[in-house]
């Protein structure tokens, strides 16, 4: 029988990417990804496309997926009051001169300037798919799940505040929560790198530069964002037996 591992925040990085499904697919394994598949990285979008088709991973939303679509949405009407074919756009004036005129629009704004410039890129170079884009909205927000040691866990990309489990913007975007115990079983997030939160908490004996997952608040939550869109690492880790597979990229 498979394992069920977790990750996190893979951001573009490809090579990562392939690894994890290679690995999955050699033991007949199953993930749970937390969300940030897309932006800084080159190969986002098409990450995001591949999870989408991948029955073996239960795709979350992160706060770059949500970015996303609110930018694609953004172009896609503006080419619609211009009335204006994406494909005729592309031609005539270039996929980059597209994106970069929208940028007076927030949404599109706020995408570009958190690293979403060749995801944008990529869903026009692929037809401007708003199929792909309504199917990344729909993701769920958070997985409760038990596993085989009878531990409640959450799963959740941003990780809410106890009295905030139900709102949707807390999930996704949420930085809130770090020094309350999570009080419903085990709550595994991702979206601030451990650097950062390691440097938040103030943990003794832990280095701020340390890359990789994070147990904190009595170990009721772990911090699963190692940063890979600048450290080239990533973790799975066994929902089980919590044992950490690191993999890496140059």
């Not at 199953?30 to 598949?37: H, P, Q, R, S, T």
């Not at 949405?73 to 929208?102: F, K, M, P, S, T």
């Not at 390691?198 to 832990?206: A, E, F, S, T």
């Not at 340390?210 to 940063?227: E, H, K, Q």
Request: a negative charge; hydrophobic letters at 35%; proline letters at 2%.
């Amino acid at each position: 029988m498979g394992k069920t591992y977790v990750f996190s925040d893979i951001h573009g990085i490809w090579d990562l990417y392939e690894q994890i499904k290679n690995h999955l697919n050699a033991g007949d394994h199953k993930a749970i990804f937390l969300g940030d598949a897309c932006d800084r990285g080159e190969q986002g979008y098409m990450i995001m496309k591949d999870i989408l088709q991948n029955d073996n991973i239960l795709y979350i939303k992160g706060n770059h997926e949500d970015m996303f679509v609110h930018a694609a949405r953004a172009i896609r009407n503006i080419l619609i009051e211009q009335d204006r074919d994406v494909l005729e756009w592309c031609n005539e004036r270039g996929i980059q001169d597209l994106i970069y005129g929208a940028y007076y629009n927030d949404d599109v704004a706020l995408h570009l300037n958190n690293g979403g410039f060749y995801t944008l890129y990529e869903w026009l170079a692929d037809g401007a798919s708003m199929t792909i884009v309504n199917a990344i909205d729909k993701l769920p927000t958070c997985v409760e799940f038990v596993n085989n040691n009878g531990e409640k866990i959450t799963f959740c990309y941003a990780g809410p505040l106890n009295n905030a489990k139900d709102n949707i913007d807390s999930r996704i975007w949420s930085r809130d929560h770090f020094f309350e115990k999570w009080d419903d079983g085990i709550l595994i997030h991702g979206h601030t790198p451990c650097q950062h939160l390691v440097k938040r908490l103030g943990q003794r004996g832990r280095s701020s530069i340390t890359v990789c997952p994070v147990w904190y608040c009595d170990n009721t939550m772990i911090d699963m964002d190692t940063g890979c869109f600048s450290t080239y690492i990533i973790y799975l880790m066994d929902i089980d037996s919590r044992e950490m597979i690191k993999f890496s990229a140059e």
